[in-house]
């Protein structure tokens, strides 16, 4: 049995929780939250052990491994010290808010040789793995293009009360919702080697971002747009999109479907044929041990607890991985700051050139008295 | 008994597993409260009586016709299934835990909410807090007739998977005491929620889950499940029985009425045409599918 904890005891902790504790071959043997009442409700309707201090959990509980689910602030403090007592480190998304954390838990980890793992559990919906194994395949060609879209209806009106509507907490639209959809373009078109035309605007929060749009750069003048929006009722639920276009055709993937439309010239996956092609999720999803909110939050837990068990350090989303994702946030982030790179009345373009760094549209909120929408990272 | 056929409303909000294009087009067909009810008249004068539904804000809406129609729908029955689950998930990153249970707690009667929710909150005591919620879902259903009350699966399998196992027993006795109901469990899980359902002496219980014949969201999977029903003793109400359209509707209900102790269907549709075929190839295989009014009882119906 490997022996769980579990930090953060929020809608992704207590989700993490239900289904490891259904794991056969997990022990949850401590949970640990900074709010007594909901470490109380647990303790007296569940036993389970409970800590509000996470060292006393890591010194007591003899833990094989941690999940981690706390404010992203909270992240590079909390994964350092698990990995510095040789606990394998499960941890939310995004790994951290500053790159030089990411990189040194990175390293951290692979030193130790302890396995790792981020929750970009896009990795496991069946629709997104038929994407992958359609663009491993060729099926599209070259890849020129892709469209990364995510939409939901989180901040609908000019108030939170969570740490999710405040910058310092590495909360917004960026980290919370955005880092999903980079993360598949990571993994289906690789690492940016440059960013533009980033804006990070506010909908109804004062803090934070709520609309995302960017584009990242990748060699052989390949290009992705991240459209992203999580103040939109439109959608019922969190809705991701994939559009990947390449010389002989082109993928679509929501979290339900995934379409492909392949030319003649196109090499043919087996089962595929020229023209439209569908797969559904109920095709392309595997059964789980428990099913709480999608196969793929189930999923993503079994590949961690597989690998702890066969101490496999590589693996889908390990920190090296998730540290892509966390490069393009903060390239983007810088990206915002510089602003529109042309100006409509002639004045040279506001992008960072040769290491000067111009004003630009941030100079523009702030003389109209507004704050710069682009986050600081300290 | 239940129905043998339950009509659900997952077509009305838009939840279709396997197109997100086919649920924006449901979302637009019943946009109009009028379509919803135009498709509930359909079902009703099919003998499809009972209404399976969420405690969306819509369904208050639902209620309001039908209760304001008492000859209309002599015989209309709400199968309600709480609470409308992503409600309370926007809330919850909106507010937080806390946040979201104080946003839904009932804002009538605040002396006696507070009361009972304060001194609830601080004994740690989840009980008195589980019963104000179930009585905040089911205020749209006053005056009319709810003889089960579900409770969703994300959170009976939140609970299950927590090992929260008292929260099961707390609201199955609020459900009998306060609305002479029978409490039903929906689940994705449905063996491991047998075992603990067991556990805790819920007799018989009314378990909605996942049934069809290529085992989709069928945990434990199509093997355990077929043991349970043969095996086990509880009341099976069938859903996803078409796995959203990726089985034939025949192939689908020859296999689901082929298997013992199932005891309903609960299906969608989004056209006449289409409860009608499925009432239809029910009754092929389910000779007791047709549906008799029952008489109308003035206990059963909840007081105003």
């Known amino acids: 049995m490997i022996r769980v904890g579990v930090v953060g005891l929020g809608k992704m902790g207590l989700s993490h929780h239900a289904m490891l504790n259904a794991h056969p071959d997990v022990d949850v043997v401590g949970v640990c939250d900074s709010s007594g009442y909901i470490l109380g409700i647990l303790q007296k309707y569940t036993g389970v052990p409970t800590y509000p201090d996470f060292v006393a959990m890591l010194e007591a509980a003899e833990l094989d491994a941690v999940f981690i689910a706390t404010p992203s602030r909270s992240h590079a403090a909390l994964v350092g010290t698990a990995l510095e007592r040789g606990v394998h ?47 491993d395949a060729g099926a599209i060609g070259n890849v020129t293009r892709a469209l990364a879209e995510a939409y939901g209806p989180v901040v609908l009106r000019p108030k939170g009360a969570t740490w999710r509507s405040q910058r310092n907490e590495g909360g917004g639209c960026l980290y919370d919702y955005a880092a999903h959809v980079i993360n598949l373009v990571n993994w289906y078109v690789g690492e940016p080697t440059g960013v533009g035309g980033t804006v990070l605007s506010r909908v109804f929060s004062r803090e934070i971002d709520d609309e995302i749009s960017s584009t990242l750069y990748f060699p052989g003048e390949r290009t992705a747009q991240i459209s992203v929006n999580w103040s939109d009722e439109s959608c019922r639920k969190m809705t991701t999109r994939i559009t990947i276009w390449g010389t002989t055709g082109r993928l679509y993937a929501d979290r339900q479907e995934c379409q492909a439309y392949l030319r003649d010239t196109a090499r043919i996956p087996i089962g595929y044929e020229p023209g439209w092609n569908v797969r559904y999720t109920t095709d392309l999803t595997a059964p789980v041990w428990f099913y709480l909110r999608g196969e793929e939050y189930s999923a993503q837990i079994e590949s ?19 540290a892509a994702t966390d490069r393009a946030i903060a390239l983007m982030i810088a990206d915002a700051r510089t602003g529109a790179s042309m100006l409509a009345d002639g004045v040279t373009g506001a992008k960072p050139t040769r290491g000067r760094r111009v004003g630009g549209l941030a100079w523009l909120h702030r003389r109209r008295g507004r704050p710069d929408p682009a986050y600081s990272e300290g | ?3 043998r056929l339950l009509f659900g409303d997952n077509q009305f909000f838009g939840v279709n597993h396997m197109s ?18 135009d498709m509930l008249d359909a079902a009703y004068d099919e003998g499809v009586r009972t209404f399976m539904c969420t405690t969306h804000d819509r369904i208050a809406l639902v209620c309001d016709h039908v209760r304001s129609h008492p000859d209309r729908y002599a015989d209309f029955t709400f199968y309600p299934g709480m609470p409308y689950a992503h409600k309370y998930a926007n809330a919850v ?9 104080r946003r839904f707690l009932p804002d009538e009667g605040v002396m006696d909410a507070a009361i009972r929710g304060g001194t609830s909150f601080a004994k740690r005591d989840i009980e008195g807090v589980t019963t104000l919620l179930v009585d905040a879902e089911m205020k749209m259903f006053a005056g009319l007739r709810a003889p089960v009350i579900f409770l969703q699966n994300l959170v009976v399998d939140l609970l299950l998977g927590l090992g929260f196992k008292d929260a099961f027993r707390i609201f199955a006795e609020h459900v009998m005491d306060r609305y002479g109901a029978e409490p039903g469990f929906i689940t994705m899980n449905l063996p491991a929620l047998l075992d603990v359902l067991e556990d805790l002496g819920i007799d018989n219980p009314i378990v909605c889950t996942n049934m069809n014949k290529i085992g989709f969201r069928m945990c434990g999977g199509v093997d355990a499940y077929e043991a349970a029903l043969r095996d086990r003793r509880f009341r099976a109400v069938a859903m996803s029985v078409f796995a959203s359209g990726a089985i034939q509707p025949r192939e689908a209900i020859e296999w689901v009425c082929s298997q013992p102790n199932i005891e309903s269907i609960v299906f969608g549709a989004s056209s006449v045409a289409n409860i009608r075929s499925t009432r239809e190839l029910v009754s092929e295989y389910w000779t007791d599918v047709t549906q008799t009014a029952r008489p109308l009882r003035s206990d059963d119906r909840l007081p105003v």
């Not at chain 1, 981020?118 to 992958?132: I, P, T």
């Not at chain 1, 597989?306 to 998730?322: H, I, K, L, Y």
């Not at chain 2, 067909?29 to 919803?36: L, M, P, T």
């Open chain 1, 89 to 135: 480190v499960f941890c939310e998304k995004p790994l951290t808010l500053d790159v030089r954390d990411t990189e040194r838990l990175s390293s951290l980890a692979r030193d130790w040789g302890l396995v790792t793992q981020v929750g970009y559990h896009n990795r496991f919906v069946g629709a997104f793995r038929e994407v992958k194994a359609l663009l």
């Open chain 2, 20 to 37: 997100e294009e086919k649920a924006r087009s449901q979302l637009l067909r019943f946009q109009r409260i009028e379509a919803v009810i």
């Open chain 1, 304 to 322: 961690f607890i597989q690998r702890v068990n066969e101490q496999r350090v590589d693996g889908v989303n390990d920190f090296t991985s998730a």
């Open chain 2, 1 to 3: 008994m239940m129905d």
């Open chain 2, 93 to 101: 990153t909106e507010g937080g835990m806390l946040g979201a249970v």
